[in-house]
């Protein structure tokens, strides 16, 4: 068994225009976890994450704030208590332009490594800012 509190563990705060705290609570690389990714993010006001295409299935739990989800060109409202599969093969974005912040966590069943997605979210950012 494994527990931790998700505010301990370390994250990478995600710079503009994708503004977002992102931890990686479980891993391959964090605490030998080999089944699953969970991902808590922080989608901070009047920021979004990155338009990218999804190399496997995720699923996400809306669990404060609200937004709109962008999934292959088609928007959706979000609100606390909404869950998203998303499949292999779609390009998703989650943006939060109101003033509160969007809270979600992501769980995949194929896992990363969890510096590879920091770096992977970070890169992406940066190229956005050149």
Same mark, same amino acid.
């Given at each position: &068994?494994?527990?931790?509190?998700?505010?301990?563990?370390?994250?990478?705060? $995600?710079?503009?225009?994708?503004?977002? &705290? $992102? %931890?990686? $609570?479980?891993?391959?690389?964090?605490?030998?976890?080999?089944?699953?990714?969970?991902?808590?993010?922080?989608?901070?006001?009047?920021?979004? #994450?990155?338009? %990218?295409?999804?190399?496997?299935?995720?699923?996400?739990?809306?669990?404060?704030?609200?937004? &709109?989800?962008?999934?292959?060109?088609?928007?959706?409202?979000?609100?606390?208590?909404?869950?998203?599969?998303?499949? %292999?093969?779609?390009?998703?974005?989650?943006?939060?332009?109101?003033?509160? #912040?969007?809270?979600?966590?992501?769980?995949?069943?194929?896992?990363? %490594?969890?510096?590879?997605?920091?770096?992977?979210?970070?890169?992406?950012?940066?190229? &956005?800012?050149?």
């Amino acid at each position: &068994m494994k527990i931790k509190r998700v505010q301990e563990v370390e994250g990478v705060e $995600v710079p503009k225009p994708f503004e977002r &705290m $992102v %931890r990686v $609570v479980f891993a391959p690389d964090q605490d030998g976890v080999e089944d699953l990714n969970l991902i808590s993010a922080v989608i901070y006001p009047k920021s979004s #994450t990155d338009y %990218r295409l999804r190399d496997r299935t995720e699923l996400i739990y809306i669990i404060s704030g609200r937004g &709109m989800f962008v999934c292959n060109g088609n928007e959706f409202a979000l609100e606390p208590d909404t869950a998203i599969l998303v499949e %292999r093969g779609d390009k998703i974005q989650l943006k939060n332009p109101g003033p509160e #912040t969007l809270k979600l966590v992501s769980v995949y069943v194929q896992p990363f %490594r969890a510096s590879d997605l920091y770096q992977t979210l970070v890169k992406s950012a940066q190229e &956005m800012n050149k």
